[in-house]
């Protein structure tokens, strides 16, 4: 009975969790004038949305309108192609070299300098934005894609993990290279960076995932349709594009399911490393 009881207790937040990804794959196939109909009060009608768990006559419809004649569809996920992976490359060429220098370099400041970088990792985007608005608007960046991409690069959350990665590598391990002639730069290329890879493999896909959704810094910093990712396809939707919304939900959703599955043996090893107690 416990073990039934257990089982009843965590099935029904997987159920309300899964829910919505059942919604969006199933209204995916709903004509798009039944869309409309269905879901007339989300777009300001006078109808009360309904709730539809089959549609009255699936149809692809929804499907071949994004992918054959929405081209603004095609710009905003190439775009969110592009930003990720500058994102990431850019991040992580800034991230592990400041990590190890957290982990195993000495100078002076370096523990203040330490938490005021996780003071500012515990910061929420909206406190910072004006900041960050302001500094890129007398830069000349605003609204270019560097306004979004450049903030990205600087966060401060990867440097907190794969300075605990770094941190738990053997001092002998850094001693006997520097004997050897090593210098800081040859000892994070032929150290660090092996013996860190889980914790760089998780940062990889976690800072993936985190990218290709993010919707409140383009919002804020672009301007140009051009230049939007995916992610502001739903903020822009009306009653012309509404029909396609799910479909192009699960477009979206993709590409975060294919890198998860990719990575997802790295990522439960970076969190579980974390987790541990020194």
Not at 19 to 25: K, M, V
Not at 166 to 190: K, N, T, V, Y
Not at 197 to 214: D, F, Q, R, S, Y
Request: aromatic letters at 16%; one cysteine or more.
């Amino acid at each position: 009975m416990d073990k039934t009881l257990r089982k009843i207790v965590l099935l029904f937040p997987a159920f309300l969790v899964l829910l919505p990804l059942f919604l969006i794959f199933i209204n995916s196939f709903m004509d798009p004038d039944e869309a409309f109909l269905t879901y007339n009060g989300v777009l300001g009608g006078k109808r009360f949305s309904s709730f539809v768990l089959m549609p009255a006559n699936p149809s692809l419809i929804p499907f071949a309108d994004l992918l054959l004649y929405c081209r603004s569809f095609y710009t905003m996920f190439w775009n969110s192609a592009a930003y990720t992976a500058l994102i990431t490359a850019g991040l992580l060429t800034a991230a592990v070299p400041a990590a190890w220098a957290f982990a195993k370099l000495f100078f002076p400041l370096k523990k203040l300098i330490f938490v005021i970088y996780m003071v500012f990792m515990m910061l929420p985007f909206q406190v910072t934005m004006l900041s960050n608005y302001f500094m890129l608007d007398r830069t000349g960046l605003l609204h270019t894609k560097w306004a979004f991409i450049l903030p990205c690069i600087f966060s401060t959350f990867p440097v907190f993990i794969m300075t605990r990665f770094f941190c738990d590598l053997p001092d002998e391990w850094i001693e006997a290279a520097r004997i050897d002639g090593a210098g800081s730069l040859q000892l994070l290329w032929h150290i660090g960076i092996p013996a860190g890879k889980p914790g760089i493999a998780a940062v990889t896909v976690l800072m993936l995932l985190e990218t290709w959704n993010t919707v409140e810094q383009p919002l804020f910093f672009l301007k140009d349709p051009s230049l939007f990712p995916l992610s502001l396809f739903f903020p822009a939707l009306t009653a012309d594009n509404f029909g396609s919304s799910f479909a192009a939900a699960i477009v979206m959703l993709l590409p975060p399911v294919l890198v998860f599955l990719c990575g997802r043996q790295e990522l439960e090893a970076g969190i579980g490393h974390l987790g541990i107690e020194k």
